[in-house]
């Protein structure tokens, strides 16, 4: 099964600068890789999917690469707000037709 | 209202209760999803459905049984609650058409066993 990693360390940003996370895995690549965002005590929140043939997706400031000769995906949040400070998770098939999350990376904008 | 819902939102309990947690759903997704979430381990799959005949236990299913009881509602129960259950509770759908599993998650249960 796919073992995912995520930095277990916070990020902490000064607004206005872009906060970059990481996600790698292991094993096959997955046709297509989310991100979700979840607040303290809430549930994930689905943010955006990009696909093994897409190199790039992009939601107003957010953008995810996807680069599956590294294994790797990259979230991005330009111009970050005190608003963007949550925990985003990265999340791919697993290999049986289930999804499977990785433990999340917490983001801390800084005013 | 919310697509996602689960009741309790919090619940406070003995070591040794039955308890039982509740999710209803309002997207007409015939999948749904239980899963705990502690701090450090991330989210784990305990149980999940795909239709109303269907049941199948994830990764940490020991304690834990569930009841769909219809496509709408998915139910989590834990027989006899035991402290290490402590844990923020997440039910979860998706539509089956997706093949993505893009998933919907409610807004949790915290559950304490004393």
């Known amino acids: 099964s796919q073992k995912i990693e995520q930095n277990s360390e916070a990020l902490n940003i000064q607004e206005g600068k872009t906060a970059t996370l990481t996600c790698n895995y292991t094993n096959y690549s997955p046709a297509y890789l989310q991100w979700y965002r979840q607040d303290p005590g809430r549930g994930p929140v689905f943010l955006l999917l990009?696909?093994?043939?897409?190199k790039e997706k992009r939601k107003e400031r957010l953008k995810v690469t996807f680069d599956t000769t590294l294994k790797q995906s990259l979230f991005h949040i330009t111009a970050s707000q005190p608003a963007d400070s949550a925990t985003y998770l990265c999340?791919?098939?697993?290999?049986?037709?289930?999804?499977?999350f990785g433990k999340g990376n917490q983001v801390v904008v800084i005013p | 209202d919310a697509d996602v819902t689960q009741t309790p939102r919090n619940r406070i309990t003995k070591t040794g209760k039955r308890i039982m947690l509740e999710c209803s759903q309002t997207?007409?997704?015939?999948?749904m999803y239980w899963y705990r979430q502690d701090p450090g381990l991330g989210l784990r799959l305990i149980y999940y459905?795909?239709?109303?005949?269907?049941?199948n236990k994830g990764e940490i299913s020991d304690g834990y049984s569930v009841s769909r009881q219809a496509q709408a509602k998915f139910s989590l129960s834990l027989e006899s609650a035991i402290p290490n259950q402590t844990a923020l509770y997440f039910c979860a759908t998706s539509d089956l058409r997706d093949y993505t599993d893009t998933q919907y998650f409610g807004p949790g249960t915290r559950l304490t066993v004393l």
């Open positions: 997207k007409g997704h015939d999948r």
């Open positions: 459905s795909f239709d109303v005949k269907d049941i």
């Open positions: 990009i696909r093994e043939n897409e």
């Open positions: 999340a791919l098939n697993s290999g049986n037709n289930r999804l499977a």
